[in-house]
């Protein structure tokens, strides 16, 4: 089911090619997709049934929790699809829209429904399902929760006619925000482990201090059946600076990358200064979205370059080193820029 050579730190190895940073989660999400499968294959020799070990992922917006979670589906040879609690939510037909869930993950097995009952299921925006205190507790998170419970316990789901899905060996894996958790943390957390010794290893404690406890998602608004069914909790950090940079230059399809090949068809070399980044990065940690806004304001500075770069055959490289100064021109054959940074 999953071939031998996929190990966690195989899968971890192949997340940092994507992923930047996030050593732990990864590490976390590798353990918990790795033993997955090695219990499922015990299932046959003797074990009946499997604790299984579905995952949340916490993290602030844009920091690697979904792209980490597609780039580990591109890895392993299993069926795995991806859903939206938000639209979960947003339906009066929960259990229709589950249902269609699953049906994707058969469709992804190739109408193999016993293969798709090994697969993956990732719920993105868990933390859209909080128990709200309000009045309309029929299209309530809390009630999407419950829907969720149901085939994250393992009941037969009906497909269409006659068919039926086994949820039972169905990993699933859960991401959220959890804006306002660290709040209720530092609250909860006030009597934490602390160093009592200085043989006590400092980064154990922290890592204790840091865990997050099932009543913390419980005073979130995640009920307690329901967190009861994620044992495993990885944790993304917020994105420094220097992770900011490197995901725009380092990570195999980094939008640097990108854009040197699409001026290198154009035979034109393109050379951002590493200020750059660090400009762009700057800006991204006050726009607080992580690595998701890095995208865009690297494009809007690519735009009018090119713009220009096609319609001028002479261009062969164009140098950018600040964000705030005009791109430079370099023409064929010669070796000044071109008048004023400008092609013509
Ligand atoms: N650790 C990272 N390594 C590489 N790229 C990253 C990382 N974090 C974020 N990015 C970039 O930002 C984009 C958004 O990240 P992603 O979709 O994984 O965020 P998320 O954690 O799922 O956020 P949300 O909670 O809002 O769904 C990615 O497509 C990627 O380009
Ligand atoms: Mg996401």
Same mark, same amino acid.
């Given at each position: 089911?999953?071939?031998?050579?996929?190990?966690?730190?195989?899968? %971890?190895?192949?997340?940092?090619?994507?992923?930047?940073?996030?050593?732990?989660?990864?590490?976390?999400?590798?353990?918990? %997709?790795?033993?997955?499968?090695?219990?499922?294959?015990?299932?046959?020799?003797?074990?009946?049934?499997?604790?299984?070990?579905?995952?949340?992922?916490?993290?602030?917006?844009?920091?690697?929790?979904?792209?980490?979670?597609?780039?580990?589906?591109?890895?392993?040879?299993?069926?795995?699809?991806?859903?939206?609690?938000?639209?979960?939510?947003?339906?009066?037909? %929960?259990?229709?829209?589950?249902?269609?869930?699953?049906?994707?993950?058969?469709?992804?097995?190739?109408?193999?429904?016993?293969?798709?009952?090994?697969?993956?299921?990732?719920?993105?925006?868990?933390?859209?399902?909080?128990?709200?205190?309000?009045?309309?507790?029929?299209?309530?998170?809390?009630?999407?929760?419950?829907?969720?419970?149901?085939?994250?316990?393992?009941?037969?789901?009906?497909?269409?006619?006659?068919?039926?899905?086994?949820?039972?060996?169905?990993?699933?894996?859960?991401?959220?925000?959890?804006?306002?958790?660290?709040?209720?943390?530092?609250?909860?957390?006030?009597?934490?482990?602390?160093?009592?010794?200085?043989?006590?290893?400092?980064?154990?404690?922290?890592?204790?201090?840091?865990?997050?406890?099932?009543?913390?998602?419980?005073?979130?608004?995640?009920?307690?059946?329901?967190?009861?069914?994620?044992?495993?909790?990885?944790?993304?950090?917020?994105?420094?600076?220097?992770?900011?940079?490197?995901?725009?230059?380092?990570?195999?399809?980094?939008?640097?990358?990108?854009?040197?090949?699409?001026?290198?068809?154009?035979?034109?070399?393109?050379? %951002?200064?590493?200020?750059?980044?660090?400009?762009?990065? +700057?800006?991204?940690?006050?726009?607080?979205?992580?690595?998701?806004?890095?995208?865009?304001?690297?494009?809007?500075?690519?735009?009018?370059?090119?713009?220009?770069?096609?319609?001028?055959?002479?261009?062969?490289?164009? +140098?950018?080193?600040?964000?705030?100064?005009?791109?430079?021109?370099?023409?064929?054959?010669?070796?000044?820029?071109?008048?004023?940074?400008?092609?013509?």
């Amino acid at each position: 089911m999953l071939p031998k050579e996929i190990t966690p730190r195989a899968i %971890v190895d192949y997340l940092d090619q994507y992923v930047i940073g996030q050593d732990e989660a990864k590490r976390t999400l590798a353990v918990a %997709v790795y033993a997955h499968y090695r219990k499922l294959s015990a299932l046959g020799r003797g074990v009946e049934t499997i604790a299984k070990s579905n995952v949340l992922l916490i993290g602030s917006s844009g920091t690697g929790k979904t792209l980490a979670c597609e780039t580990l589906s591109r890895l392993l040879s299993v069926p795995f699809v991806t859903a939206d609690a938000t639209s979960l939510a947003q339906t009066r037909y %929960v259990n229709e829209e589950i249902e269609a869930m699953l049906q994707r993950l058969v469709d992804k097995a190739g109408g193999d429904v016993g293969q798709a009952g090994r697969g993956i299921v990732f719920i993105d925006e868990i933390d859209k399902l909080r128990a709200s205190t309000g009045e309309s507790r029929a299209t309530s998170g809390e009630s999407v929760q419950h829907a969720l419970l149901k085939i994250m316990e393992g009941a037969p789901v009906k497909l269409g006619a006659d068919r039926y899905i086994d949820t039972t060996n169905i990993l699933f894996i859960c991401g959220g925000a959890f804006v306002g958790l660290e709040k209720i943390m530092s609250r909860t957390h006030g009597f934490g482990f602390v160093a009592t010794s200085e043989a006590d290893n400092q980064s154990i404690l922290d890592r204790l201090n840091n865990r997050v406890k099932p009543t913390d998602l419980f005073e979130f608004g995640l009920i307690p059946e329901f967190t009861g069914r994620l044992p495993v909790i990885a944790r993304f950090a917020d994105l420094t600076r220097d992770m900011l940079v490197r995901i725009m230059s380092v990570p195999k399809n980094a939008i640097y990358h990108q854009f040197r090949e699409i001026f290198r068809a154009e035979g034109v070399e393109l050379v %951002v200064a590493p200020r750059v980044f660090e400009q762009i990065a +700057e800006i991204a940690i006050e726009y607080r979205t992580g690595g998701r806004s890095l995208r865009g304001i690297f494009e809007e500075l690519m735009t009018p370059v090119l713009y220009v770069v096609p319609d001028h055959p002479q261009i062969c490289r164009v +140098e950018i080193d600040s964000l705030f100064e005009a791109p430079r021109y370099f023409k064929r054959g010669a070796g000044e820029p071109a008048a004023a940074g400008r092609a013509e």
